[in-house]
């Protein structure tokens, strides 16, 4: 009997222990299979497509005379039978729309309209210039194609604008003797669709324009702009405006998507732009950025054609876009803030976007007829020319002698001087306060303040002015100054190679967002970069910010306090950051890789041996600028970047967090398209020093619920890693350098999970 009492409980034992194995069984198999399944990574960006440095051609020797992107060549008998279907009115349903109704030569390759007309009137937007087309890398207004033979298809078939219906379209092509003729010459299978809009494609990438003015300046005759154009090219390139940003040359666009918030020609019926095609990073309201390539021939303007003249669009812009017709800060992009500017301003901005004109006689010239025998358009008047060419310079007449020491005595002009000098010279000034800004595109110059024990030569840009030193040459050098009162940058440098910044002293205006230095030393898409033992402080965004450049990168010896951001690596490859102290900022020093910029890279940042501590200020950023999102009490913040190592740092007293590793998912959507990887991936946090940090989280820490931390990790990037045994994490557990890769791939699983549903 008691045998038999015993077996009912064998036999649930037995069952149980089956349960458990077949739980552990199920356990091991899905540890397996997260330890050894894929997992996410960043698809590498071949070299030739990162972007970013200093891009210049092989002659070039400042940062105006930047290499024009690649091109495949063209095919002349293409070109050609593109020419004549562009001008054929045959190609529309009604033999009555060319290409050219739209696209006029006269008129900047557009047609002066609001907005184009179609075989059933006006349309949804303004007809864009075709003017270096060739090198745009999406197409219309909302890049919703990715070449000209795919652009080429839509305005040819679709019913309310030519209407044609290819089958009999191509009908109609073979019937006529010479295209025949010319598309058996150009393609081996003759008259296709495909070929077609091929054969117009090839003409519209003849469309070159890069002889203006301004191209013979950035090349070296500084005489060939105007003193009203090269005034409106400084306020053009100034940190205020900042319309260099988006039209960068040479090309006049970065081929970005940006929200400006332009009105709607029907608010009943708005435009929303990008998102509508493609739900890109900041893609509502976004419309894909132009070149400025003869822009004066090709008004109205923006994709709906809302402004008349360039003068409107500069009160657009100066208004802070969108913000003055309603539309909410943080909707517009963070680079139109609005600026002050004079009616003189305006008239020198104009006068330089003229200087960006230039109109090969041979492109804008119309066929005499066309195989079909169809009236074609006629030449017009566009009364933009007359202007444009009454705004041209004397021919320059170069300098040439050994390098010279010029000095600036105070109460001079240091801008008068450095106008004289020549590649090689050093330029001397001596201390005073000089309230000025100053533009040098001179390569190879060496400007230096003399220092006198606590004297130094100060630029005050009496809270009116944009930039203190706004440069483009190679092989600079800036020492010995003081700047304080710019309300753009203190030092801005674009394009060159081998710029270096050293003993430089910049102070903002604590708090006041209105009048505040946005960056303190701002070299951006530049090459081989050197910043050291200056002093920076109360700068509304980064003190010391490099951006879309590329190594050798060094930022040592300098002291950043009271930003914003101290320090900020961004879109850049190979930097150094070492030997800082980093107090009483916002956020100490970030690593970030941003979208909808010029380089869609960031990798193989080291930042070691700095003194990070008590960054917890109140941040101070402009409403709507990305900075504004870091919390108080951040010691150092890696965003998306890649390949990033930290170590043998200081990092104490920060109150949210010493060191965070995030993504873009902490920005926007995971379901976001961006045009760069998102993942941080390979970073490496070890051997720092810990004290004190994530004692009081703030922001979006605070708002995720998350603890404050030496280390948080949001996640993303299996392959991080962080040695750092004696810090406080979160999460508790964090991946090492010497893990196997199936417990890294393992681990972000599970963290994967979690932190998905979390957000």
Same mark, same amino acid.
């Given at each position: 009997?008691?045998?038999?009492?015993?077996?009912?409980?064998?036999?649930?034992?037995?069952?149980?222990?089956?349960?458990?194995?077949?739980?552990?069984?199920?356990?091991?198999?899905?540890?397996?299979?997260?330890?050894?399944?894929?997992?996410?990574?960043?698809?590498?960006?071949?070299?030739?497509?990162?972007?970013?440095?200093?891009?210049?051609?092989?002659?070039?020797?400042?940062?105006?005379?930047?290499?024009?992107?690649?091109?495949?060549?063209?095919?002349?008998?293409?070109?050609?039978?593109?020419?004549?279907?562009?001008?054929?009115?045959?190609?529309?349903?009604?033999?009555?729309?060319?290409?050219?109704?739209?696209?006029?030569?006269?008129?900047?390759?557009?047609?002066?309209?609001?907005?184009?007309?179609?075989?059933?009137?006006?349309?949804?937007?303004?007809?864009?210039?075709?003017?270096?087309?060739?090198?745009?890398?999406?197409?219309?207004?909302?890049?919703?194609?990715?070449?000209?033979?795919?652009?080429?298809?839509?305005?040819?078939?679709?019913?309310?604008?030519?209407?044609?219906?290819?089958?009999?379209?191509?009908?109609?092509?073979?019937?006529?003797?010479?295209?025949?003729?010319?598309?058996?010459?150009?393609?081996?299978?003759?008259?296709?669709?495909?070929?077609?809009?091929?054969?117009?494609?090839?003409?519209?990438?003849?469309?070159?324009?890069?002889?203006?003015?301004?191209?013979?300046?950035?090349?070296?005759?500084?005489?060939?702009?105007?003193?009203?154009?090269?005034?409106?090219?400084?306020?053009?390139?100034?940190?205020?405006?900042?319309? !260099?940003?988006?039209?960068?040359?040479?090309?006049?666009?970065?081929?970005?998507?940006?929200?400006?918030?332009?009105?709607?020609?029907?608010?009943?019926?708005?435009?929303?732009?990008?998102?509508?095609?493609?739900?890109?990073?900041?893609?509502?309201?976004?419309?894909?950025?132009?070149?400025?390539?003869?822009?004066?021939?090709?008004?109205?303007?923006?994709?709906?054609?809302?402004?008349?003249?360039?003068?409107?669009?500069?009160?657009?812009?100066?208004?802070?876009?969108?913000?003055?017709?309603?539309?909410?800060?943080?909707?517009?992009?963070?680079?139109?803030?609005?600026?002050?500017?004079?009616?003189?301003?305006?008239?020198?901005?104009?006068?330089?976007?003229?200087?960006?004109?230039?109109?090969?006689?041979?492109?804008?010239?119309?066929?005499?007829?066309?195989?079909?025998?169809?009236?074609?358009?006629?030449?017009?008047?566009?009364?933009?020319?007359?202007?444009?060419?009454?705004?041209?310079?004397?021919?320059?007449?170069?300098?040439?002698?050994?390098?010279?020491?010029?000095?600036?005595?105070?109460?001079?002009?240091?801008?008068?001087?450095?106008?004289?000098?020549?590649?090689?010279?050093?330029?001397?000034?001596?201390?005073?306060?000089?309230?000025?800004?100053?533009?040098?595109?001179?390569?190879?110059?060496?400007?230096?303040?003399?220092?006198?024990?606590?004297?130094?030569?100060?630029?005050?840009?009496?809270?009116?002015?944009?930039?203190?030193?706004?440069?483009?040459?190679?092989? !600079?050098?800036?020492?010995?100054?003081?700047?304080?009162?710019?309300?753009?940058?203190?030092?801005?440098?674009?394009?060159?190679?081998?710029?270096?910044?050293?003993?430089?002293?910049?102070?903002?205006?604590?708090?006041?967002?209105?009048?505040?230095?946005?960056?303190?030393?701002?070299?951006?898409?530049?090459?081989?970069?050197?910043?050291?033992?200056?002093?920076?402080?109360?700068?509304?965004?980064?003190?010391?910010?490099?951006?879309?450049?590329?190594?050798?990168?060094?930022?040592?010896?300098?002291?950043?306090?009271?930003?914003?951001?101290?320090?900020?690596?961004?879109?850049?490859?190979?930097?150094?950051?070492?030997?800082?102290?980093?107090?009483?900022?916002?956020?100490?020093?970030?690593?970030?890789?941003?979208?909808?910029?010029?380089?869609?890279?960031?990798?193989?940042?080291?930042?070691?041996?700095?003194?990070?501590?008590?960054?917890?200020?109140?941040?101070?950023?402009?409403?709507?600028?990305?900075?504004?999102?870091?919390?108080?009490?951040?010691?150092?913040?890696?965003?998306?970047?890649?390949?990033?190592?930290?170590?043998?740092?200081?990092?104490?007293?920060?109150?949210?967090?010493?060191?965070?590793?995030?993504?873009?998912?902490?920005?926007?959507?995971?379901?976001?398209?961006?045009?760069?990887?998102?993942?941080?991936?390979?970073?490496?946090?070890?051997?720092?020093?810990?004290?004190?940090?994530?004692?009081?989280?703030?922001?979006?820490?605070?708002?995720?619920?998350?603890?404050?931390?030496?280390?948080?990790?949001?996640?993303?990037?299996?392959?991080?890693?962080?040695?750092?045994?004696?810090?406080?994490?979160?999460?508790?557990?964090?991946?090492?350098?010497?893990?196997?890769?199936?417990?890294?791939?393992?681990?972000?699983?599970?963290?994967?999970?979690?932190?998905?549903?979390?957000?």
């Amino acid at each position: 009997m008691r045998d038999e009492k015993k077996r009912p409980a064998r036999g649930c034992l037995r069952i149980a222990a089956w349960a458990f194995g077949l739980l552990g069984l199920l356990l091991c198999t899905v540890a397996t299979a997260f330890a050894f399944l894929p997992v996410p990574q960043d698809t590498p960006i071949p070299v030739a497509a990162q972007g970013g440095g200093a891009r210049q051609g092989d002659a070039a020797t400042t940062g105006l005379q930047l290499e024009w992107p690649p091109l495949p060549p063209v095919n002349a008998d293409r070109a050609a039978l593109g020419r004549l279907l562009f001008y054929d009115p045959a190609l529309s349903a009604n033999d009555d729309m060319s290409c050219a109704t739209c696209h006029h030569p006269d008129l900047g390759f557009s047609d002066g309209r609001q907005v184009a007309v179609g075989s059933h009137g006006d349309l949804r937007r303004n007809a864009p210039s075709l003017w270096n087309v060739a090198y745009a890398t999406s197409l219309f207004w909302d890049g919703r194609a990715a070449s000209l033979e795919e652009q080429m298809l839509t305005p040819l078939t679709a019913e309310n604008e030519m209407a044609a219906d290819m089958a009999g379209l191509v009908a109609e092509l073979e019937d006529i003797d010479e295209y025949r003729q010319r598309f058996d010459a150009a393609f081996s299978d003759g008259i296709t669709e495909q070929n077609i809009a091929s054969a117009i494609a090839e003409f519209e990438r003849t469309l070159i324009s890069k002889n203006s003015p301004f191209d013979r300046y950035a090349a070296g005759d500084f005489n060939a702009l105007t003193p009203a154009q090269r005034r409106g090219f400084d306020i053009f390139r100034s940190a205020e405006t900042r319309c !260099f940003e988006c039209h960068a040359w040479p090309t006049f666009t970065h081929n970005t998507f940006h929200a400006l918030g332009v009105p709607d020609l029907d608010p009943d019926n708005p435009d929303l732009g990008q998102i509508e095609v493609r739900n890109a990073a900041d893609a509502e309201r976004g419309f894909r950025t132009p070149g400025l390539r003869n822009v004066a021939l090709s008004g109205p303007y923006m994709h709906n054609g809302r402004f008349a003249t360039l003068e409107d669009v500069i009160d657009f812009y100066a208004d802070g876009g969108g913000t003055a017709f309603g539309l909410d800060a943080v909707d517009v992009d963070e680079k139109v803030a609005g600026f002050d500017i004079t009616p003189q301003e305006i008239s020198d901005l104009i006068a330089y976007l003229y200087a960006l004109t230039d109109e090969p006689s041979d492109l804008i010239a119309i066929p005499d007829s066309v195989p079909s025998g169809l009236p074609i358009v006629q030449h017009m008047e566009n009364p933009a020319r007359a202007q444009v060419e009454l705004a041209v310079a004397e021919p320059y007449s170069p300098e040439s002698r050994e390098p010279q020491t010029l000095t600036v005595h105070a109460g001079e002009s240091i801008q008068a001087v450095v106008d004289q000098a020549l590649p090689g010279d050093t330029v001397l000034v001596e201390p005073d306060v000089y309230t000025q800004s100053v533009y040098i595109d001179t390569p190879g110059l060496t400007v230096r303040g003399i220092v006198d024990g606590d004297e130094r030569p100060w630029l005050d840009g009496e809270n009116t002015r944009s930039d203190g030193f706004n440069t483009t040459g190679d092989d !600079f050098v800036l020492e010995g100054f003081g700047f304080r009162g710019y309300i753009g940058n203190a030092v801005l440098t674009t394009g060159a190679e081998r710029v270096t910044y050293r003993d430089l002293i910049v102070e903002g205006t604590y708090g006041d967002t209105d009048k505040n230095t946005i960056y303190g030393i701002y070299p951006v898409e530049c090459t081989d970069v050197l910043v050291e033992n200056s002093t920076l402080t109360g700068i509304a965004d980064a003190a010391i910010y490099v951006g879309q450049s590329h190594g050798p990168i060094v930022v040592r010896s300098n002291t950043v306090y009271g930003n914003v951001t101290g320090i900020e690596i961004e879109n850049s490859t190979d930097a150094e950051v070492y030997d800082n102290h980093v107090y009483e900022n916002t956020g100490g020093i970030l690593v970030f890789l941003l979208p909808n910029n010029p380089s869609k890279v960031g990798y193989r940042t080291r930042v070691y041996n700095n003194l990070i501590e008590n960054n917890n200020n109140p941040n101070f950023a402009k409403e709507g600028a990305i900075v504004g999102l870091v919390p108080p009490g951040t010691g150092i913040m890696i965003m998306t970047a890649d390949n990033t190592e930290v170590f043998g740092n200081t990092i104490r007293d920060n109150q949210t967090v010493g060191v965070a590793l995030t993504s873009l998912y902490m920005v926007y959507d995971r379901d976001t398209e961006f045009d760069l990887g998102p993942l941080p991936e390979n970073n490496y946090v070890y051997g720092n020093t810990w004290e004190n940090n994530g004692y009081a989280p703030a922001g979006v820490v605070v708002d995720l619920g998350i603890p404050g931390a030496d280390i948080l990790w949001t996640g993303e990037g299996w392959n991080n890693a962080f040695d750092e045994p004696s810090a406080s994490k979160f999460p508790p557990l964090l991946p090492e350098r010497g893990w196997p890769d199936p417990l890294k791939r393992l681990t972000w699983r599970v963290y994967d999970i979690v932190i998905g549903l979390l957000l």
